[in-house]
């Protein structure tokens, strides 16, 4: 999966898709600092460790760099920049249920969007899965030699029965006395 590279620029507006779902009542937004365990959790549940480690990160900036798509309370969607890596988008994930309503759009937009507003000329999405997706909908484009690109040496979780929960290292037994 390769990165691509987004002219913050020249992209779509964002405002009437945003304006199309709340009339539907779908919210998009910046996540609150408040909702971290929620957000961050849901990441978790609905998609993987390694992006809800990565929306953690967005937490970690005021404002804070991830965008949450939600209707009545509940969130059906997330985005994040400044993540990764600075000046990369991503991760980002809509819930299965709620897939070709437009919510992903009206999250990647606000996200770079945001990233424009605070000085960026480009965003980088980093190890793209629907190339042609952003090509069409942003006129993003591959940027070669960029497999594996930050994720070389990546980290791989272990087997929970294979794994150390201490790092290696042994607790110290208390003395019996």
Not at 2 to 12: E, F
Not at 27 to 40: M, N, P, Y
Request: net charge neutral; charged share 20%.
């Amino acid at each position: 999966m390769t990165d691509m590279l987004v002219r913050l620029y020249d992209m779509p507006e964002v405002t009437p898709l945003v304006q199309q779902l709340g009339d539907r009542g779908i919210v998009i937004r910046i996540a609150r600092a408040c909702e971290k365990h929620l957000v961050v959790e849901w990441v978790r549940e609905v998609f993987s460790d390694g992006w809800a480690s990565e929306c953690e990160v967005a937490f970690s900036h005021q404002p804070v760099s991830c965008f949450i798509a939600t209707e009545a309370g509940e969130i059906l969607g997330f985005a994040c920049y400044d993540s990764t890596c600075k000046n990369f988008f991503g991760p980002t994930g809509v819930a299965k249920i709620k897939r070709r309503l437009g919510i992903g759009k009206a999250l990647l937009l606000s996200c770079l969007h945001s990233m424009a507003a605070n000085g960026y000329a480009y965003a980088i999405v980093g190890g793209t899965g629907p190339a042609d997706y952003y090509a069409k909908t942003l006129g993003a484009i591959k940027i070669e030699g960029s497999v594996p690109g930050i994720y070389r040496d990546k980290l791989t979780p272990k087997k929970a029965e294979q794994s150390d929960p201490g790092g290696g290292y042994q607790k110290e037994k208390p003395a019996s006395g």
